[in-house]
């Protein structure tokens, strides 16, 4: 069975830094493209990020280019998202997800518990 953990959220001032992690299992993580998203209260889930299978290509939603960066360890099965000059903003549930291709990010799997992030002095 397919799980993705998410950790690493919490509360953080406005200029912070945090670093997200998804330990994934079920699947040939080697072989899927990753991919980070988040939903705001009242707000759609929108992608924030996304590399593809090997880590050589990356995708990153406008409001975030320069501030976040994606990355994974395929020896670990895990994927992260470094998160620098936070901003209210981005106070979110942040999900991670995997996708056969990065031209196609849909979320693949079920969702899981994701991580809660709020950017609040």
């Known amino acids: 069975q397919v799980r993705l953990v998410e950790s690493g959220g919490g509360l953080v001032q406005p200029g912070g830094s945090l670093r997200l992690s998804c330990l994934a299992s079920g699947f040939t993580f080697r072989t899927y493209a990753m991919s980070w998203h988040r939903q705001a209260p009242g707000k759609e889930r929108e992608l924030v990020a996304a590399l593809s299978s090997t880590g050589l290509t990356t995708k990153y939603t406008d409001s975030v280019k320069g501030r976040f960066t994606i990355s994974r360890d395929n020896a670990k099965n895990t994927v992260y998202l470094q998160m620098n000059s936070l901003k209210p903003e981005d106070t979110a549930v942040y999900y991670c997800?995997?996708?056969?291709?990065?031209?196609?990010?849909?979320?693949?799997?079920?969702w899981g518990q994701g991580t809660q992030v709020t950017v609040s002095s």
């Open positions: 997800n995997g996708d056969r291709t990065i031209n196609r990010l849909v979320g693949g799997f079920d």
